[in-house]
């Protein structure tokens, strides 16, 4: 998808080399910090941590990554899906063990315009190959939010405010999967409404992290 080199997949190793994945990141939310801090937290996790206990990520959402990841949702690419798939199934693997793994929730009409949901299709490895329940089911998004992509941090927060329902949930520990954290707004308020369902702890799984 990048040049015109032979892949097993959809990008070259030598394209994949140049993705780029931050080694120092907060514990909380998976923003790069400071190598030479010392610090496993960023200024704002110690002044407001969000409501999940954990952030992983793959890679920063930014050059070759931001490419193909605007590829696969805004011009159903899906072979690059499959291809970020079982990526996403290796960073899996050196996690926790958690009693399910809920994906962002996507309003219809978003799924009608995309065709598909972008994270079911970053989760198809791990669905086929983990043994664990995705629930699709147990969170609804009951608003259909505008874009975030132009929206600051607090106009962020706003829109997606009571965006998602849930009624009660049996699971003691989730996994909250998403494409790509920005702000974290969204995955925030997925995460606090789990939490009130009746979920003890939640950490949050992306391929990407803005490094906004």
Do not use: W
Not at 136 to 152: E, M
């Amino acid at each position: 998808m990048l040049c015109i080199e032979p892949a097993n997949f959809c990008v070259c190793q030598e394209c994949e080399a140049e993705f780029s994945n931050q080694e120092n990141r907060c514990q909380s939310c998976a923003h790069p910090v400071n190598s030479n801090s010392n610090l496993d937290f960023c200024g704002q996790c110690l002044s407001h941590s969000p409501a999940f206990s954990r952030a992983y990520t793959l890679y920063d959402y930014q050059g070759l990554v931001a490419q193909l990841i605007k590829l696969f949702k805004y011009n159903k690419q899906l072979c690059i899906g499959d291809y970020f798939a079982y990526k996403l199934a290796d960073k899996y693997q050196s996690l926790p063990d958690y009693d399910a793994i809920i994906p962002m929730p996507l309003s219809s009409k978003r799924i009608q315009e995309r065709g598909f949901n972008q994270v079911l299709e970053l989760l198809s490895v791990i669905r086929r190959k983990q043994g664990i329940m995705v629930d699709t089911h147990s969170v609804k998004r009951i608003k259909a939010t505008q874009s975030l992509t132009n929206l600051k941090a607090e106009q962020r927060q706003q829109e997606v405010k009571g965006a998602f329902y849930a009624e009660s949930i049996l699971y003691q520990r989730v996994l909250l999967v998403d494409d790509v954290m920005t702000t974290g707004a969204s995955l925030n308020e997925l995460a606090k409404t789990v939490i009130s369902a009746g979920v003890q702890s939640c950490d949050v799984l992306t391929l990407s992290r803005a490094m906004t």
